[in-house]
Structure formats: C-alpha cells, structure tokens
C-alpha cells in the first residue's frame, strides 16, 4: 500500500443486535481460535527472517523506508508543537479521522490520558483544540508511571518529565504515588480522582511493554495492562464518552474478548493503524465511540475486575465463553479484520527484506518523492497550522536559578525562598531500592550502593581529624548507616539530622546519599537553620547555626515524627506506606530548582567501580 492509501488502514465492528455482554465473567475455560492462531504463526514466521540481519542496520533501513517518515519533520518546520513525536502525529491523526472523538456540545469537555507520558497526546489534543475548538472549555487529566518515584526502573518508563513538572497537579499516580495501573487500589484512586468533578468525555490509553525478550509473545505479555486500562476507562466515561486503546496484535482470547466487551458497550468501535505508525509493526489503536455505560452496579462488573483485584489473570480462564460471543462478531474478527491489517504488515516486512537484499538507486528517488507527498498530504487533509503562543501547555518563565551551575561550591540560605508553608508531607509506597533519582545520576546510585556491601574502615588520620572537627560539627558518615534498605536508611539518617539541628554545632555530610525527593526536602529544611551551606563531591557542610529559623525547622522535623509514628506492620494494608517527599514534586522545579543542581553535585561521591564485579542495571 502507498500514497494516500496510507491513511485508510481502517476496519469498523458492523455491531448486530445479538452482540449482548453475558450475565458471567472470568469463568470460561481458555480457548484459542485456530485461524488466529494460524496467522499468529504466519506473522512469526514472517518476522523470524529478521533475525539474519544486523539489528542497527536493518532499524536504519526500515526508518528509511517508512513512508510517513518526513512528516514528523514537516510538522517541525511548520507549526512548531509541544512535544512533537511520533506518538503526537498518531494521535492528531486519529483526532482529525474521527471528529466526534472531541464533544464541543459539553459544558466542559474533560479527558484523561491513560499510560502518558511524555504528554504527546495531551499535547496533540490541545493543539486540536486550540486550532479547531478554540472556545471549547476543555479539562484534562493523566496518569503514568511516576518519574519522581525512585523505585520506579529507568528502562520501564519515560523519564521525560517537561509536561509533567509543569503541570503537576494535573497527575494522578495512584493511592501509592507509584503511577502503577496494575495495581488495582491505583485504579480505584484514580477513577475516585478523575471524575470527582463528574464522569470523563475522552479516555485514551497509549501503554506499552517492552517485549524485545519475546517479541514473538507481545500479545500475551500486554494483555493484562490493556484490560487494566480498559477496566480504568470503563469506570470513568459518562455516557456518550469515547475511548481510544492501543493494541498489538489480536491472535489470543484475552484480546478477542476484550473487543467483545468494547464492541458490546459502545455504539461503534473501529481500529485503526495511522498512516504515521510504522507499517511493519503490529501496533493498532481501538477507536470506541458512544459509550452505554457499564456501570459497577451491572451484575457482571464485580466479576469482569476480579482479575484486577488479584493481580493477573488465571491463564486457564477467558474473560468469555467461546459460545458466548457471537458468530457474526468472530467472523468479522478472524476474516476481514485480522487478515486485513495481518497482511498490512506482513507486505511491508516483505518489502522491507527485498529492498534490504536488493538496493536500488532509483528506488531511492521514488521513495523521497512518495514520502514528501505523503508529508503535504498530512498537513492539507488535517488542516495542521500554528497555535497562539498563549495555548501552549507549558508557558516559558523567565526565572533563573538561584545556583549558577559554573560557580558552584557554597550558597548563602538568606536567598533561599520561605517554604515552610509549602511543606505538605506525601505519603506512598516505601522505597527499598532507588533505581532512578533527579538528584544524582544512576551511575551513582548503583555505584553507591555497591560501596554499601562493603567493609569500611576509618583510618588513623580520619579519627585524629574527626575528634577535633567535633568539638564545633556534628558530623554524619555514610559509613554510619546500612544503605541496603533505602527506606530504612532514609529513617535512621532523619533522626541522625534531627539530632544534629539540636545540638546547634555545624553539621558535615560526609559521602551521605541523598537521592530521593524526600531526603531533597530534608536538605532544604536542614539547610534552612543555617548560614551557609558549603558544598562539593561527596561533601556537604552545614555552618552557623540559625537560632531565628529553630522553631519553623524544629516544628517541621516533628511534623515528619509524627508521621513516622503513624505507620504500623499492618500487613492487611494493600502496600506498605512511607513518607517519600515533603513536598509537592513540581517545587523543585520552581521554588526549590536550584536543589537538584546543588544535588548533582554533591552526590557525586568518589568511590570506585569494581572491575570484577557486575553491577546489576536495574538497581
């Protein structure tokens, strides 16, 4: 398929009266549907050819090929949008196919974007908005893995976080500020969250898996976070909302199912493949349009989320009874549709292979010129143009930071802004192990935490100095604490500081890690009762003693204990609770941005890597 048939890579559900949910959920038997299952092996096969090729010169042919490819680049030149990625092109795409997908007849048009970030459909929705619907009263919501939760692996999430730290209160992360959808108090504080101010117009669900350790099973691997987000969605929308899904391929009776159930409760629901999604992928978005509604109360509905409330599927179970779905649906299912974009894709990896083997000159020229008409098609069918500065998600602040990065080493706290006020204690799910920080970079945090395991010694000289630096200074060791478990480490070094203010001798940080936005918190307040705070790799000292600021520090410390105190061993509670930030995450981005810089910095501590030991990359 080329030129514009690039952009009608579509399939509509024909809905029959008999296509009813069943009165049971989750009790069938596991099935599978021979003809999925044919093309399912069919596509592998297909895809196994790969494997003769060298990954980064076949990742470079392909992009290459890819016949949408000068759009994202036309975009750039031309309208200059937020968050302009691939993932924004797709989503303009299916705002401007399906019109209705944006109610304007709404007092207020609400949406809530599922598995986000970086932002690029909430991006690609203001700017429909602004450029077509710019009286629309529009409100907006989203959901992802959190980025400023240290326990949360770099390699599971985006760690993009431009839109998100400037719109923070405009994130939901869940009852445990993990951001994790697979946890079902998540969903419930969310759904809770998102629809207090009544029920959702928009819900779209964009998340992913990484698979590369078995492409061959990518279906399987996100079918429970596609029923999460579809079970999530379902809660939220009010009657006639609209809900957009991201899938892969539909070989397996979890995905069967779940289309069932979306073609049952809503009055139209299509898939679609944007010309702007790559062809030889298997990624397709459901496009579901005028939601019935599902309501908990529906007899069905405590059922269809027993899965979410213990964690996963039964594998020897299906959402649905084969017998329960009609004919007239599984026909539609296992012919026209699956076969249809099946061979969507399995051409365009063909074709791949081909001109990979057989390079041709002027197929290179025919190729440019198909993707340029492809790119100006874009533009004129979607009518893609400028927006006001001031419809812009993020508005440019002319503010500086008050570290300047080039003369780092000491900063006087009397600049420092009065946050006390600010101070608003986040309760969420304790940190055993840091495997991401704004503060330090991983490299750092795994090096540290290798130094933990080992013998520390103090040698002779340390000692003599250490006597007679504590006669004026408190001083703090990392070789002090057991740095294995972080959020028991994050205890002991917030009694060892709140002992240290007391006395009111100087306080000296020596190789202490500080990674988290809680321990960030703590270096403001710390900060906050002295003079100056003097600071490089490794070290951080504390000087003079503020006895004018001993109330507001000390009040704030009790405020921390008495939090601490609150938390029990109850192992009925759905997670274990800790105090991860004193502040809202966006202050250090703000009021407080100056922390990370100084941070960076001082958490750059001078221990050496083992050359014989492996450092596991998800610490």
């Keep these: 398929m080329s030129g514009c048939g690039q952009f009608n890579k579509l399939f509509e559900f024909e809905k029959s009266a008999d296509w009813k949910l069943p009165d049971n ?82 007092e207020r048009f609400k949406s809530l974007h599922l598995c986000e970030a970086p932002g690029a459909f909430i991006s690609a929705l203001n700017h429909r908005l602004a450029s077509h619907y710019p009286t629309i009263d529009w409100q907006w919501q989203a959901s992802t893995l959190n980025p400023y939760y240290e326990e949360n692996s770099s390699s599971a999430m985006i760690s993009d976080d431009q839109l998100i730290k400037h719109t923070h209160s405009q994130w939901l992360f869940g009852a445990d500020q993990t951001g994790d959808l697979l946890q079902y108090y998540n969903h419930v504080d969310i759904v809770n969250k998102s629809t207090s101010n009544g029920k959702l117009n928009l819900i779209t669900a964009d998340g992913s898996i990484d698979c590369m350790s078995d492409p061959g099973e990518q279906e399987r691997l996100v079918e429970f976070l596609h029923y999460c987000e579809t079970i999530t969605a379902l809660a939220s929308l009010a009657p006639g909302g609209s809900f957009v899904l991201k899938i892969f391929t539909m070989f397996e009776k979890s995905t069967v199912c779940l289309l069932y159930l979306l073609c049952c409760v809503f009055k139209q629901t299509f898939l679609f493949k944007p010309a702007t999604s790559k062809s030889g992928n298997s990624e397709l978005y459901v496009v579901c349009l005028t939601y019935t509604e599902l309501l908990p109360s529906a007899p069905i509905w405590d059922q269809l989320v027993l899965p979410y409330k213990k964690g996963g599927f039964n594998k020897t179970q299906a959402m649905f009874s084969l017998s329960d779905i009609p004919d007239s649906f599984l026909l539609q299912l296992t012919g026209s549709c699956s076969d249809f974009f099946l061979q969507l894709q399995t051409n365009t990896i063909n074709d791949n292979i081909y001109y990979y083997q057989n390079p041709l000159e002027s197929d290179q020229r025919s190729l440019k010129l198909e993707k340029i008409n492809i790119a100006h098609y874009y533009m004129r069918r979607y009518q893609v143009k400028p927006i006001p500065k001031g419809r812009r998600l993020i508005h440019q602040s002319n503010k500086r930071d008050l570290v300047d990065l080039q003369r780092i080493g000491q900063v006087s706290t009397k600049d420092f802004p009065d946050m006390f006020d600010a101070i608003n204690i986040y309760i969420g ?50 070789s002090s604490f057991n740095l294995e478990v972080y959020f028991e480490y994050q205890r002991s070094l917030f009694n060892a500081l709140k002992a240290a203010v007391a006395t009111g001798k100087h306080v000296l940080l020596l190789n202490v890690p500080l990674h988290t936005h809680f321990l960030a918190g703590m270096w403001w307040l710390l900060a906050s009762a002295f003079e100056t705070v003097y600071f490089k790799g490794g070290w951080c000292l504390f000087y003079k003693n503020l006895p004018d600021k001993a109330n507001s520090v000390r009040d704030a410390f009790s405020r921390v204990e008495n939090i601490y105190n609150t938390f029990s061993a109850d192992s009925s509670q759905a997670f274990t609770a800790d105090i991860i930030g004193l502040f809202d995450t966006s202050i250090f981005s703000i009021g407080l941005s100056f922390i990370p810089s100084i941070l960076n910095v001082y958490n750059t501590f001078s221990i050496p890597k083992p050359k014989s030991v492996a450092i596991n990359q998800s610490i």
């Design 25 to 106: 959920a989750f009790s069938a038997a596991h099935f599978e549907i021979p003809e999925l299952q044919g093309m399912k092996r069919e596509l592998n096969s297909v895809k196994g050819q790969l494997n003769q090729f060298d990954l980064h010169d076949w990742h470079s042919h392909t992009k290459n090929r890819f016949l949408a490819g000068f759009v994202l680049g036309r975009l750039k030149a031309k309208i200059k949008a937020e968050l302009l990625t691939q993932a924004w092109c797709k989503f303009y795409e299916i705002l401007s196919r399906f019109p209705s997908l944006i109610d304007n007849s709404v």
């Design 429 to 478: 799910k304790r940190i055993d192990v840091v495997r991401n920080s704004k503060f330090a970079s991983l490299d750092q945090v795994q090096n540290l935490r290798y130094s933990s395991t080992r013998n520390q010694t103090q040698s002779t000289l340390y000692s003599l100095v250490l006597s007679r630096v504590e006669q004026s200074t408190v001083v703090i060791n990392a």
